[in-house]
């Protein structure tokens, strides 16, 4: 299984990015989804979840401003980020069952 994520960068506060993270070599529809978060010298952290059945779950920092999709047809998974805050800074990760993908950096200037 490969996961490639993409879509990271810098942006100022205020702004939006969409993380996006496309897999290879599983049966992406038979799995739950999701995007974790790393800052530096902090665990790593559930950013949101979203099962095959369309159940998400979100973190508490994110909550109303992020927003998890999947299109299995493309076998990808988004995040789109908006209304980012400087404490969102992070490597972000994700995840397709218990497969991880190689993290992307989302910086937020302030």
């Known amino acids: 299984v490969q996961l490639q994520a993409s879509g990271g960068g810098l942006v100022q506060a205020g702004g939006s990015l969409r993380l996006s993270c496309a897999a290879s070599?599983?049966?992406?529809?038979?799995?739950?989804v999701g995007w974790y978060r790393q800052a530096p010298g902090k665990q790593r952290e559930l950013v949101a979840g979203l099962s095959t059945l369309g159940t998400t779950e979100y973190g508490d920092s994110v909550k109303g401003r992020f927003t998890i999709s999947r299109d299995n047809a493309k076998s990808t998974h988004y995040l789109q980020m908006n209304t980012l805050k400087p404490e969102d800074t992070a490597v972000y990760y994700c995840?397709?069952?218990?497969?991880w993908g190689q993290g992307t950096q989302v910086t937020v200037s302030s």
């Open positions: 995840i397709v069952g218990v497969n």
């Open positions: 070599g599983t049966t992406f529809s038979r799995h739950g």
